[in-house]
């Protein structure tokens, strides 16, 4: 079982509980890191990540031993279809770009593990898989809107923001992280723990041909 505290009760307590207050906390971390993020990439560009070129370049998944075992919620075909129309925009600026497959796009809910070998990862599997209706069938839906282009060195991303219902029994996506930690029933390893609900659209995986490239 996850020993450790809940880390997304704990931003429902110390938000008092209230979507409002959620939504701002949500609003304040993507702008903030995005202005923090462009002074950064202005100075230094843009990362390249060579394991995704090497995966590409050769077709082979293996090349990257790092396996990871994490919760995903796939993207609405409106969503999805907004996507596909920014990135179309993106890539007539910056071809360079890797652009995420349609299929691929996903957003992660929950991070369980990360860089591990294969093993590690498959004996986690036992412990989660009679939680899995628990976990896909969460007590309410957690709505997302207002969607907004975030970037670092790493990658491009669309990010959203909890939307604010009139319920005086809020379940925000940052409930729906809680509810998952609670529900899954394994040690969770997760890297970080932040206010974001975003989706990968595109990576760097070549030097940028803009201006600033």
């Not at 993020?37 to 090349?63: A, M, S, V, Y």
């Not at 996507?83 to 993106?90: K, V």
Request: a negative charge; aromatic letters at 6%; charged letters at 25%.
């Amino acid at each position: 079982d996850n020993t450790m505290s809940n880390p997304f009760q704990d931003l429902i307590v110390d938000h008092r509980n209230d979507e409002k207050s959620i939504r701002e906390l949500y609003q304040h971390h993507r702008t903030t890191r995005n202005g923090k993020q462009e002074e950064i990439f202005l100075k230094h560009g843009p990362i390249i990540d060579d394991t995704l070129k090497l995966r590409i370049e050769t077709g082979n998944d293996d090349c990257d031993p790092r396996h990871s075992l994490t919760i995903w919620a796939r993207p609405s075909p409106e969503v999805k279809d907004l996507i596909q129309e920014i990135q179309r925009q993106i890539q007539t600026v910056e071809p360079n770009l890797w652009m995420m497959p349609q299929d691929c796009l996903h957003m992660t809910l929950m991070e369980v593990a990360h860089s591990k070998p294969d093993e590690e990862i498959k004996a986690l599997i036992p412990t989660i898989k009679p939680n899995i209706s628990g976990i896909i069938n969460p007590p309410h839906i957690a709505f997302l809107d207002t969607p907004f282009l975030s970037f670092d060195q790493n990658a491009l991303a669309l990010s959203f923001l909890p939307k604010l219902t009139t319920s005086s029994d809020p379940f925000t996506v940052l409930h729906l992280r809680s509810h998952i930690w609670d529900t899954i029933g394994a040690e969770i390893s997760s890297r970080y723990v932040l206010p974001s609900a975003h989706i990968t659209i595109a990576r760097f995986i070549e030097p940028l041909q803009g201006p600033n490239g």
